[in-house]
């Protein structure tokens, strides 16, 4: 079965420390979304792209957050500087495109980040 | 961040009981996603609702489009051990962003 897959499934880092996180989306799947989860909530919306092209990136942080998806597949998140406060679990989730019915998301299993 | 309101917030409950709870939006949606989510694992899709008043079943679980589009509700009949877990809804609306529920958490007790 197709599955979202992601790496490392956790992270810890010190303050100021630079990381990043990966992501390759069920094969064929146009759109890419990561999304970050404080424990107790939701998953909220950081990044969205469609291929290659930011869609939506509204929620992310540019002063110290950044997002790539090169060639359209595989996509990285970056944080660097890290902050206490951006301990979470950071998920990343695809579906075949923007709109349209039968357009549901899939999410990978997630990085549990740690920031000490 | 914007969040949808799901009630309860958590419930325990006898195994063999079935379950009800609900998402809740003040804007109209167009479309409704269920996930349950284990503790350090990524949400896993359910149910996904497209049409208004649209009735879907996976299994035990039975979930619903509410009229007014502003609702979504899920069922889960005959609960057991494994259904234990954090319930989220979705939603989406002319945008293509999703937004989500804050979260069921089930406890079923054997």
């Known amino acids: 079965e197709a599955e979202v897959a992601q790496s490392p499934r956790y992270k810890i880092t010190e303050k100021s420390q630079a990381v990043a996180f990966w992501c390759d989306p069920i094969?064929?799947?146009?759109?890419l979304y990561w999304y970050r989860q404080i424990l107790g909530q939701g998953p909220e919306l950081l990044v969205q792209?469609?291929?290659?092209?930011?869609?939506?990136d509204s929620q992310l942080p540019k002063d110290r957050f950044s997002a790539e998806r090169l060639k359209g597949v595989d996509s990285t998140l970056k944080i660097q500087p890290a902050e206490l406060g951006d301990s979470a679990m950071y998920l990343c989730?695809?579906?075949?495109?923007?709109?349209?019915?039968?357009?549901?998301?899939?999410f990978g299993p997630g990085t549990r980040l740690t920031v000490l | 961040g914007q969040q949808l309101n799901q009630s309860p917030q958590s419930m325990f409950i006898q195994e063999g009981e079935d379950v009800s709870m609900n998402c809740t939006s003040s804007?109209?949606?167009?479309?409704w996603l269920w996930y349950k989510q284990d503790p350090g694992e990524g949400p896993v899709l359910l149910i996904a609702?497209?049409?208004?008043?649209e009735l879907t079943s996976n299994g035990r679980l039975t979930a619903q489009f509410g009229i007014t589009r502003k609702d979504s509700f899920l069922n889960i009949s005959a609960s057991i051990p494994s259904d234990v877990g954090i319930y989220f809804c979705?939603?989406?609306?002319?945008?293509?962003?999703?937004?989500f529920g804050t979260g069921t958490r089930l406890k079923v007790l054997a």
């Open positions: 989730a695809s579906s075949w495109g923007l709109a349209g019915v039968y357009n549901e998301q899939f």
């Open positions: 094969s064929g799947h146009a759109t």
């Open positions: 792209f469609q291929d290659e092209s930011v869609v939506d």
């Open positions: 804007s109209i949606f167009n479309t």
């Open positions: 609702l497209y049409k208004a008043g």
């Open positions: 979705a939603g989406r609306a002319r945008t293509y962003k999703y937004i």
